[in-house]
């Protein structure tokens, strides 16, 4: 089995539309009338903010990764889970205020995202609560695990956006006319 083939497995997943309906309207109608729907998706930046939030907590438990695997900096490695998991509530919010936001297809790809991420982050969790006591082969085992699962989730999440078009159709066509590029010269 082929990652493409995976990735058409999420796509065709309909046993989880009545959940993501459900979930949906949940989230849409949380956010409402107010500004937190556009503050999460990004209006102001000009294009989705969950992408750009992502990097920190991935980049933060590769850290963690090469600290614990290559340094033997398992202290080191700790912070990085912390601070990993401090960025996870701000990605979470503004990956499903994304994600209630998409069409049905690319809901059940998200909603398969959201899920291997999750297990990600409880991974993560589960590493640094049992390194808050010292770190053995466990806590490592347990990190490395969670982020091969981030991995299997920033996959879908790819798929969902590069392949599917999630989000694209809010990124401006070059550049703004007010913008500084189209007044220079």
Known sequence: MNLESVFRKAEAARFLDGGSRFLQ???QGALGSSDAGPL?????????????????PIGAWVGASVFDLAFRDHVGARRLIGLGLLATPPTLM??????ADRDTVQRRVGLIHAEAN??????????????RHGTDGRAVATST?????????????????????????????????????????
């Open 25 to 27: 309207q949940r989230i």
């Open 40 to 56: 999460l998706r990004g209006s102001w930046l000009g294009h989705p903010v969950h992408p750009v939030l992502v990097s920190l």
């Open 94 to 99: 503004t990956g499903w205020a994304d994600w």
């Open 118 to 131: 999750a297990i990600g982050v409880v991974a993560m969790l589960a590493s640094y609560l049992r390194r």
């Open 145 to 185: 695990a969670g982020l091969l699962a981030i991995g299997i989730g920033g996959a879908l999440g790819g798929h969902l956006t590069y392949a599917m078009g999630a989000g694209v159709d809010e990124v401006r066509e070059g550049p703004r006319s007010d913008s500084p590029l189209t007044s220079v010269g």
